[in-house]
């Protein structure tokens, strides 16, 4: 059974930074876009950055110039480092990996808390 397992959340300060780890224990065959995602309470899970195979990143607004995605294609591994972090950034972040089958996997979800 494939599982994608997140860690790095945690508490941080107003502009701290965290950085956001997720593996795949398993094997994951033709993965096409990792990427993060978050749930803050009361509203709907949002896409925070996607990386293709090919290295194309994509970020909401949000988090332009302040985060950025990374991974390994071999490692199947996927990165969020987090920089000037906000309290509106506290959320339950969310690792994802899709593949050229149409699989969706997701992680179970890592608390980011920032305080002001």
């Known amino acids: 059974q494939v599982q994608l397992v997140e860690s790095g959340g945690g508490l941080v300060q107003a502009g701290g930074s965290l950085r956001l780890s997720c593996v795949v224990r398993g094997s994951i065959s033709g993965i096409r876009v990792r990427g993060w995602y978050r749930q803050a309470p009361g509203k709907q899970r949002e896409l925070v950055a996607i990386?293709?195979?090919?290295?194309?990143?994509t970020y909401a607004d949000s988090v332009k110039d302040r985060f950025a995605i990374s991974g390994d294609n071999v490692e199947n591994t996927v990165y969020l480092q987090m920089n000037s972090l906000k309290p509106e950034d506290t959320a339950v972040y969310y690792c994802?990996?899709?593949?050229?089958?149409?699989?969706?996997?997701w992680g179970q979800g890592t608390q980011v808390t920032v305080s002001s």
């Open positions: 994802n990996m899709q593949n050229w089958f149409r699989a969706d996997y």
């Open positions: 990386i293709t195979s090919g290295g194309t990143t």
